[in-house]
Nanobody
Framework: QVQLVESGGGSVQAGGSLRLSCAYSYSNFCMAWFRQTPGKEREGVATIDSVGSTTYADSVKGRFTISKDNAKNTLYLQMNSLKPEDSAMYYC????????????????WGQGTQVTVSS
């Protein structure tokens, strides 16, 4: 059974930083971070593939960094210069078919970790 377990969320003031972690039991070619707020569609935040190529949503470019430690089976999302609009439940994901990571339909998801940024 594939397991993805996020951690590292919390409450922080605007301008602060958080590092999210996702411990995984399985990783496909692509891994990703998504976020969702109530009443809104889930938004792709960042992706990383097996050779280390990364992509970012325009809203987080220059502030967030996705990385992966294969030895620890852990995916990370370093979030700096946080804004109130970054507040959301953050999910890690893997699985699915394809090599174009932003367009993959992921089929394994974690339970999410909440990030709240106050102004």
């Amino acid at each position: 059974q594939v397991q993805l377990v996020e951690s590292g969320g919390g409450s922080v003031q605007a301008g602060g930083s958080l590092r999210l972690s996702c411990a995984y039991s399985y990783s496909n070619f692509c891994m990703a971070w998504f976020r969702q707020t109530p009443g809104k569609e889930r938004e792709g935040v960042a992706t990383i593939d097996s050779v280390g190529s990364t992509t970012y949503a325009d809203s987080v470019k220059g502030r967030f960094t996705i990385s992966k430690d294969n030895a620890k089976n852990t995916l990370y999302l370093q979030m700096n210069s946080l804004k109130p609009e970054d507040s959301a439940m953050y999910y890690c994901a893997t699985g699915g078919l394809g090599l174009d990571c932003p367009r993959v339909s992921y089929n394994y998801w974690g339970q999410g970790t909440q990030v709240t940024v106050s102004s």
